[in-house]
């Protein structure tokens, strides 16, 4: 299984569905009673199932990415698939999410928070608070399925979300809808907007768009976002800046639009020749293979795991031999 290192010592691992004998403090039946018991600081990690709860502590919660396989042989593939459910509250602030398949976030509460080779749907609540704000989510390396910022009530009161940052991601609908114009603020960086019939609407809020690539028909209400360095189909955005708008798409990717014989993120590895190679700010590749922290497939959580394991079939010496390998999956 992954093994799992963290700064704090004194932190402890909590694991949920774990397959194999429970141990008396570290195993539990359902997320829930796992988060219950953690103190801030303390880890849970993830194995098949369905899970569901609330989040009220400053906690890391871990899964296996959402494409085991990756790992270079079946020493710890994990069969199952996974959906986690979890609400955000008050005292979550802090909490990291990571390699965590089938993934949904609704928000009520919650700064800080961070999103880390996950593939996730994430939707903001606190219908009836006027004025709440949240600040400094970081989303990376990531398949963002759906993101929605719905902040309001009946009576149209809005909320704000300051700072945000994604990068490196794959991001499906994605909506400001509920936010007031210009209240909301943050980046998006080496992303790549994935299209199909989903549109991103900015609600004409503050963000930076970098080094992205639009596959996405259209983009709504982005007069106060600056866009440099993208690629994009048709006029979606402006010319100028280091944008290149009016790109044929089918040059990008190895597997765009016939993706057969890749999966979801790998069909986006830049083709030869591609119009993305170098397009970016500072020379780097536009899309989620550019910058300082690219994109990595399936989204195996960069912890150590063992990949590798030499053993004789009998102990025909004393001190028997054993020889293993570990990799970071950094």
């Known amino acids: ?18 397959p194999g004998t429970p141990v008396s ?8 009673s796992a988060n219950d018991a953690c103190s801030n600081g303390d880890s849970i990690y993830i194995f098949p ?25 079946g020493l710890q593939h994990i069969a199952g698939t996974l959906n986690v459910s979890l609400v955000l509250n008050s005292g979550s602030s802090g909490t990291i ?55 309001f009530n009946s009576s149209y009161i809005y909320a704000s979300l300051i700072n945000l940052q994604i990068s490196n991601c794959i991001v499906g609908a ?62 979606i955005i402006p010319s100028g800046n280091g944008n290149k708008p009016n790109t044929d798409l089918s040059t990008i990717f190895v597997g765009y639009p016939n993706s057969t014989g890749y999966s979801n993120d790998n069909k986006y590895v830049l083709a030869t020749g591609s119009p993305a190679k170098k397009a970016g700010e500072g020379k780097t ?15 195996i959580p960069p912890v150590p795991s063992f990949y590798k394991l030499t053993a004789p079939g009998t102990a025909s010496s004393n001190p028997y031999t054993i020889t293993f390998s570990v990799r970071a999956n950094n």
């Open 97 to 151: 999410f990571r390699g965590i398949d089938g993934l949904k976030i609704d928000i009520n509460s919650g700064d800080t928070i961070t999103i880390n080779r996950c593939f996730a749907t994430i939707v903001f609540h606190s219908s009836n608070v006027a004025g709440l704000s949240f600040k400094n989510w970081k989303i990376t390396q990531s398949i963002i399925n759906n993101f929605y910022f719905y902040q």
């Open 1 to 18: 299984m992954l093994l799992l290192a963290f700064n704090n010592a004194n932190a402890k691992i909590r694991r949920v569905g774990f």
């Open 174 to 235: 994605i909506t400001f809808a509920g936010s007031v114009s210009g209240n909301t603020s943050g980046s998006f960086v080496n992303n790549i907007f994935a299209g199909g019939t989903n549109t991103v609407n900015f609600n004409n809020n503050s963000f930076d768009c970098f080094n992205n690539v639009f596959l996405c028909p259209n983009i709504l209400n982005s007069t106060a976002t600056d866009f440099m360095y993208n690629i994009a189909s048709g006029g």
């Open 285 to 299: 590749d536009c899309g989620i293979f550019g910058g300082d922290d690219p994109y990595h497939i399936g989204g």
């Open 49 to 73: 199932g369905s899970w569901g709860g609330n989040v009220n502590k400053k906690i890391v919660i871990i899964g296996y990415g959402y494409s085991a396989y990756a790992l270079d042989s």
């Open 25 to 32: 403090g570290t195993d539990y039946p359902n997320f829930q």
